[in-house]
């Protein structure tokens, strides 16, 4: 829940390189949620969440709404690493995703193109040794043609392994622990 918490701003208001960022609306409606959802566990009395909530609506960067989810939201500031290198924060789930996809796009090229490499250089080896003799560039050509099928046709499973990678990758870096139901 933590994760999606601070996935769900524009910009992560724990990084101090968006703290001075203007808060939106829809930031604010994320503080104000998670502070429901602890007045409706018992987690806050009522004047401290009265209290937050007006907080909420007289923020007016991203640096001012951390603070007014301290003890509800782990902030983990102080552990945050660039997750794809350098000068990268965390991933959201809709770069995750892209992600996820661009490598089902790269398996399937490297797929295509090891089949029209293989068939490309099989047949001319073919044409300039034993043109009209057997035909034994097909074999090569339906070993990696299957390949290039598979990956294209296993897209969904292709993005699905990915995403998972990249969800555990990023649960490392921020010091989440692994969660066996999530391997699925």
């Given at each position: 829940m933590e994760q999606e918490v601070w996935s769900s701003f524009s910009h992560d208001p724990r990084h101090s390189e968006n703290a001075s960022l203007r808060a939106s609306d829809a930031d604010r409606d994320v503080v104000h949620q998670v502070l429901t959802e602890a007045y409706a566990d018992g987690r806050l009395d009522r004047e401290e969440f009265d209290a937050r909530s007006t907080a909420v609506g007289n923020a007016r960067t991203?640096?001012?709404?951390?603070?007014l989810l301290e003890g509800l939201v782990a902030a983990t500031t102080g552990t945050l690493v660039p997750?794809?290198?350098?000068?990268?924060?965390?991933?959201?789930?809709v770069q995750i995703e892209?992600?996820?996809?661009?490598?089902?796009?790269?398996?399937?090229?490297?797929?295509?193109?090891?089949f029209v490499f293989a068939s490309v250089l099989t047949w001319t080896?073919?044409?300039?040794?034993m043109f009209?003799?057997?035909?034994?560039?097909?074999?090569?050509?339906?070993g990696t043609g299957i390949n290039a099928v598979r990956t294209a046709a296993s897209r969904d499973d292709i993005v699905s392994r990915e995403r998972r990678r990249l969800e555990k990758k990023q649960r490392k870096a921020l010091g989440q622990p692994w969660k066996p139901d999530e391997e699925r």
């Open positions: 991203l640096g001012d709404l951390p603070a997750f794809g290198g350098p000068g990268e924060g965390l991933l959201t789930p892209e992600r996820s996809v661009a490598k089902w796009r790269e398996e399937r090229r490297s797929a295509l193109m090891g080896i073919w044409a300039a040794v009209g003799g057997f035909p034994w560039p097909l074999f090569v050509m339906l």
